[in-house]
DNA sequence: CACGTTACGGAGCGATGTTCCGCTTTGCAA
DNA sequence: TTGCAAAGCGGAACATCGCTCCGTAACGTG
């Protein structure tokens, strides 16, 4: 489904080009994991055995590299949202399942949730794959509840898929701070229309 | 360490520190309005026209310096908590009214949301700060919109402060991502009882 | 096997956080 | 006023990290 065109006019790659991506995305993959995604570029490169040269020149940006590695992931996180739809109780609490798997995922990468960050307008691949692969799924999870009945407020899926990243961003283990009991609260706020507090503010 | 005594045995400080500290304090103010909470610590030493040594010494790190330039706007917000409580036409109206001013408080700062990532051993300075100050508010706010009864749900302080500094934390405008919306949604949230869905989640 | 093309490696640059130490300033006292 | 020790200052220097650049090595085709 994400890979569109095995072979469009395939320009036969070279063989060390082959082995060094997947050296390179293998390295990554063990050094996010005990370093964290923010670990040093160099390290990823050394743990690969090839130079930064060539590390830059297959993942320009940190955020290709961390699509490479955890593309698969995500794709699995976004089949589990139709499935949970149809297995649920309720479309509400496929949502409230599908959403928990999210934060789960996000949680075990220390320090993931930092897509939602920076740049807005060139849109790091990382964001975008999260916009393309995500978004849809959560809409689709939303709709549902909205057409149940379950879900009365006004959302964007967007800012729901950015909430719930935004919450598990740092996310240390805490023991004063649960995130999955923060993220059902706010879903639970989903369920009641909300009066005109909005301008209740001062100022 | 917050230094509560004016002079516990005042050990007569230097005309010369006295001078700096202010001048420090007050580029900082300036270099943090101008380019954001992470500029550079040469730019606020060249600012105030001191030395790297000079500024380290003074501050020792990054949130130590931060809290002298905000510690009295996060006062003021403190001390908007009980007044609000006053003033509104019920405790929830008044805890909504003070976390969206705590919001702002947040959002003008741009990267002051980060307080409560890092290091959660060491606590910060600026993180102590906060808990010393805003958690207590918030806490009594929402203590009283649970004995009117408007809110329900399970929730403690530290959390609810922490989850909207997360939400709030990045926060660039972004004309597809209301922060304040969210802050609403979560708080609307807690005016429900939550079923047993803690548990819903798959594995 | 030779040669042009492609990719590699890692030194090097600029930016930033942080430390360290010789020199200056300050305040007290003679 | 002047001398002096202590306190404080400045900024060079070190360590890290992201990223670029280009001489050199590897590949694969004829």
Redesign the interface.
Known sequence: MTDPTPEPAAPRRRADVERNERAIVDAASRVFSASGVDAPVREVAAAAGVGMGTLYRHFPTRADLMVAVYRHQIDECAE?GPA?LAS?PSPF?AL??WV??YV?FLGTKHGLGNV???D?PGLTALHQLFLDRLLPVLSSLLDAARESGEVV?D??P??LL??VG??V??T?H?P???V???V?????????E?PD??Q???D
């Open positions: 589990a949970l649920a609490v409230l399942a928990h798997r789960d939602w960050q920076g807005a407020a959302v964007r967007y800012e950015r909430a935004d919450l961003a740092w240390v805490d004063d701070y649960d999955r009991h923060i059902t609260l706010l879903l639970t706020g989903l369920r009641q909300q507090w909005e209740t503010d001062a």
